[in-house]
């Protein structure tokens, strides 16, 4: 062939090849809304216009750094509609309470803290939450704890705090039993965890041994408290059935670091939300009004909140009665 050809040739190929790893990196995850009309349950339709509402105020997914938790882990995500048609009805009304429970041998600073992860929960959720006396763990079998590797302390096994500790405390009017430890925890799967859910108990450990010492001032405290409230929301959301989220940078995403915890909202994204409208029957504009509220005694812990609670307050649709009425449903 003549060289004019190669001349012309190579920057179309080059625009090809161009062309091809945009579309590739730019591709969404091919799961979303692949149900039949058929599957999709009745009285979908104000949720899916509430999250529509939402939409302008949150952040799309970025791009994952090195090592996030995407980047090692292959998920599709689960859109609103696919929540809704595999969790038809909502929370039984004979268990809507959540349970917090402290585990160990805590200080008063620990308590303290917990007992806001309770009261944080009631807001974020709008579910009564009840802070158990906490309970010692007693003593461990060998193969539920190890050396840490952290700080010297010891990790406990999540698999056995779930199934051999809090399970037997779950109360029939509890929707979720959240244990709080502040011993480092581990899984038969990876070095550390900050927390684990047993869906099957509806149960949920977690733990603050990573987020800083929080009997060290304010800041230190305050951050500890971010980083629990996170942790805290993001393990219940998954008791009720949510799975990690690809679609916004969002409470719900998997995260595989401190620091991508850190990057996380303290809230969910539209998508998320609207599977808590729909499970629980919640009113969106009442959740807003009261996590507002609770951050008025605190350092601002998520601007999400006011600007989704102005979104409510403009909102002369009805679509709040029609979302906490649960449409046809
Ligand atoms: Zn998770
Ligand atoms: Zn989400």
């Not at 090849?17 to 009285?43: C, H, K, N």
Request: charged share 25%; net charge negative.
């Amino acid at each position: 062939m003549s060289k004019s050809f190669y001349l012309l040739a190579a920057p179309l190929l080059v625009a090809v090849i161009v062309i091809y790893a945009r579309t590739t990196l730019i591709t969404p995850p091919a799961a979303f809304d692949t149900l039949e009309p058929a599957d999709i349950p009745p009285g979908t339709e104000p949720f899916m216009a509430g999250r529509t509402l939402l939409k302008p105020l949150h952040q799309e997914k970025l791009p994952t750094r090195e090592g996030d938790w995407l980047n090692r882990h292959a998920e599709l995500g689960q859109s609103f509609l696919e929540y809704a048609a595999s969790h038809r009805e909502p929370l039984d009304p004979r268990m809507r309470r959540l349970r917090v429970q402290p585990i160990g041998d805590l200080s008063n600073i620990d308590l303290k803290l917990m007992a806001e992860v309770a009261l944080f929960l009631e807001a974020f959720f709008q579910l009564p939450v009840t802070p158990n006396v906490a309970v010692p763990f007693g003593i461990l079998p060998s193969d539920a704890e190890r050396p840490g590797e952290y700080h010297t302390q010891r990790q406990v096994l999540t698999s056995y705090v779930n199934q051999n500790v809090l399970a037997p405390l779950k109360s029939d009017d509890a929707a979720v039993v959240l244990g709080i430890v502040v011993d480092d925890l581990w899984s038969r799967t990876g070095n550390y965890l900050f927390g684990q859910a047993d869906l099957g108990n509806k149960v949920a450990v977690m733990s603050i041994a990573r987020f800083g010492d929080p009997s060290q001032g304010r800041t230190e405290y305050d951050l500890c408290l971010r980083r629990a409230f996170k942790v805290a929301a993001h393990e219940t959301g998954h008791v009720f059935g949510l799975m990690h989220c690809v679609e916004y940078e969002c409470l719900m995403n998997g995260s595989n670091s401190l620091d991508e915890t850190d990057r996380k909202p303290l809230e969910y994204c539209p998508s998320c939300q609207a599977k808590l409208w729909w499970a629980l029957r919640l009113k969106p504009a009442t959740r807003a009004e009261e996590l507002v509220e609770f951050e008025a005694a605190r350092p601002i812990l998520e601007p999400l909140w006011q600007q989704e609670r102005a979104i409510w307050r403009r909102d002369r649709s009805g679509l709040v009665a029609r979302i906490s009425g649960g449409g046809e449903k």
